[in-house]
């Protein structure tokens, strides 16, 4: 009976396909992702990646990039474009990401069918695996206001 712990604490621990599917997901230890969404961008062969980025901890944290698939990271951009290298999330807030707005570029494009697992990187670390929701051109981002804090 004493291994039954451990084998049942890795099982939770591991992901899951099943678990990256349910937003939100804790990435780290206090830092969360509510909502990660992909969009094409018409006549190009970039995606946006939007998302939302809770952080609970009591120290600020860096994202520095979202990876999908062993890629490079994204390039995160302001709403005027420019590059950014980092983006500091203070204690206990919240980054979003939306349209017109803070956003990561990556390289592809993505449908249904090959919905990106993502990697968000904290201090240049990627963190644990959650999987983008597909969104049509025309489709408004979701309200991440839906997901219970």
Known sequence: ?????????????????????????????GV???????????????SEVFLVVNNTTESPVSVSGVRYAGNNAGMLVSSSGEAL??????????????EGGV????????????APIL????????????RASILEVDQPLPDHHDYVH
């Open 103 to 114: 956003r990561v570029l990556v390289e592809g494009r993505f449908d249904v069918s090959n």
């Open 32 to 46: 969360s992702v509510e909502a990660a969404w992909v969009r094409a961008i018409p006549g190009d062969t970039m």
């Open 85 to 98: 290298g980092t983006i500091t999330i203070p204690v206990h807030a919240e980054l979003y990401m939306t």
């Open 119 to 130: 990697q968000l990187e904290l201090s240049g670390a990627p963190t644990g695996p959650f």
């Open 1 to 29: 009976m004493k291994f039954v712990l451990p084998i049942m604490i890795g099982a939770l621990l591991a992901p899951s396909a099943a678990a990256m599917n349910n937003l939100p997901v804790e990435i780290v230890d």
